[in-house]
Every structure is written in C-alpha cells, then in structure tokens.
C-alpha cells in the first residue's frame, strides 16, 4: 500500500475561504504547509497564527498564480526549506459574471488566467520533482459550474471544465509515476466569493439545491484532504455540494 500521509503540503489561494480550511485541516494533521495569496496580508497573517496554534507549520507566500516565474520560486524555495512536495491543492480562484454578451474581453483572460492558467503554472512546477520521487498526490478546485454550465459563467464555466479536463488527461499521464491526480467540484459554498449573493437570488439558488443551504468550507477542505490521502483514486471529480441541480 502506497503511503496516504500528506507529506509537505502547498495550497494555492489558501489564505481565504475553502483553500484556508483546507491549510487549517491540513495543519490539524500536523503537517508543514506552504500556501500562496495574491494581496491579503491581514488574513494570511492570521491564517499563519491560527495553523500554529493548532499545532501545525503553515507559512504564507504572496504569490500571483498568473506569474509562472513567481510560481516556479515559490514552489523550488518551498521545497528547499521544508522538503519535497507530498500534496498540492489549487485553490485559487476568482469569479467576474455577466452574460456573454455584455462580457468585457478582460473578464474572459481574467478569469481563464487566473482559475485555469493558475492551476496548469501550479501543476507544471510541480510535477518534475514528484515524477523524479515517484509520489505525490493533487487537488484541484473546479466547480458544479464547470460540470454543469452556468448562465452568466461563460468564463468560469469554461475555465473550471478546463481543470477536469486538464487533471483526467494528467492522471492518465503520470499514473504510472504513483502521482495521482483529481478533482473537488464544490456547490454554492458560504465564503466571500458568495457573499454578495442575497435576497431573491440567494432564495433561488437555495431552492436548487436538495440539502437546502449553502455548504461550508470546512466541508469542502474534508472532501480534499480524502481525495488527497485516497491512494487509488485519481482522474475523479467529486461533487461537494448538495445535491444541487443547475
Ligand atoms: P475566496 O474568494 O474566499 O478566496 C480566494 C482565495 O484565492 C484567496 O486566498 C485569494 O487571495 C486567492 N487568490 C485569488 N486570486 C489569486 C491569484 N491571482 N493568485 C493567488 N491567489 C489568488 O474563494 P473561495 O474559497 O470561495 O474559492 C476557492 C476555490 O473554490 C476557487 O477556485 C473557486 O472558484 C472554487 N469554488 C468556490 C465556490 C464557492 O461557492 N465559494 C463554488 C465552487 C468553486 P487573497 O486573499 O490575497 O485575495
């Protein structure tokens, strides 16, 4: 049996939301985790603390995942200070919805940079040194959005099926190096990017969704730190998210 431990852990947009209760999880277990954010000193900061007061190491980094280079040092000085990369999980992710029609150019390469092309720069640096080691284990964060389509997410539907595509065609690849590869789908899920969904349409979205509320980071983290421990699966996407029907 493979070994299922974490090892040491890096999380891409970890300082907010489902990519902090998946350090915190991670943490708990008492690993050593790196995590990047893009500018929110304050709650990386915090984050730092909090890890620490649980028991674990997680260090912050600020680093713009759209910055390949920025991405190749964060990764290569990570693994210089604390040891090889056992876990990776790409959390970072933005949202900027409006319909096709109205769509500017610069929400479509924002958000295709920052959730699809952020997650290939994490892969791609990382996944030498674990093919090298002939371990490792990745997480990536889509959506139900990117499974199903949904109106007024041109762009984030299409940057997130890009992350299932891209991680099944990479499980298939290094499979064969012991690396496994899969995906987390969350639901709508009680964080900032949601935050400003309220009144009518946080009612309907509710009604779509069978377990009749929004999910919590902590439950998305769960479904991670399973799928980052579960020794023979990979090229999966498991849904986390409700039941909901989009
Ligand atoms: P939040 O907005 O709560 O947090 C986003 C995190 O990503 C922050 O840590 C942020 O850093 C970081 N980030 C954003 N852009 C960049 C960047 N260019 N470089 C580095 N870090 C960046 O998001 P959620 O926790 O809600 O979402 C996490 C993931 O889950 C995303 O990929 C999202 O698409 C996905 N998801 C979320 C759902 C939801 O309902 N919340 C549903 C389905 C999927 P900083 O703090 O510095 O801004």
């Known amino acids: 049996m493979p070994d299922s431990s974490p090892g040491v852990v890096l999380v891409s947009g970890g300082s907010r939301g489902i990519g902090r209760a ?40 600020e680093v713009d995942v759209t910055d390949a280079d920025a991405v190749r040092g964060w990764v290569a000085e990570t693994e210089a200070r604390v040891g090889p990369l056992g876990t990776v999980v790409t959390s970072a992710g933005i949202v900027r919805d409006g ?31 674990m093919m090298k080691r002939k371990s490792g284990s990745l997480v990536n964060i889509s959506s139900v959005s990117g499974v199903f389509g949904n109106p007024t997410q041109c ?5 997130k099926s890009g992350i299932i595509g891209f991680t099944r065609a990479l499980a298939k690849e290094v499979g064969k190096y012991g ?16 935050a400003d969904l309220s009144g009518k349409r946080r009612q309907e979205a509710l009604s779509a969704i069978p377990l009749g509320r929004f999910g919590s980071s902590e439950e998305v983290a769960d479904a991670v730190v399973y799928l980052a421990g579960a020794s023979y699966i990979t090229g999966s996407v498991l849904q986390v998210d409700g039941g909901i029907v989009i």
């Open 155 to 159: 762009n984030y539907s299409a940057a």
């Open 22 to 61: 998946t350090v915190l999880r991670f943490a708990r277990q008492g690993a050593q985790v790196a995590f990047c954010y893009r500018s929110n000193k304050t709650a990386a900061a915090d984050l730092e603390k909090e890890a620490a007061e649980l028991g674990g190491r997680a260090v912050a980094t």
């Open 179 to 194: 690396i496994r590869a899969n995906v987390v789908a969350p639901g709508l899920i009680e964080t900032d990017m949601t």
């Open 99 to 129: 319909p096709l029609l109205r769509m500017p150019d610069e929400d479509w390469h924002q958000v295709v940079d920052v959730n699809l092309s952020g997650m290939y720069n994490v892969c791609r640096s990382v996944i030498f040194p």
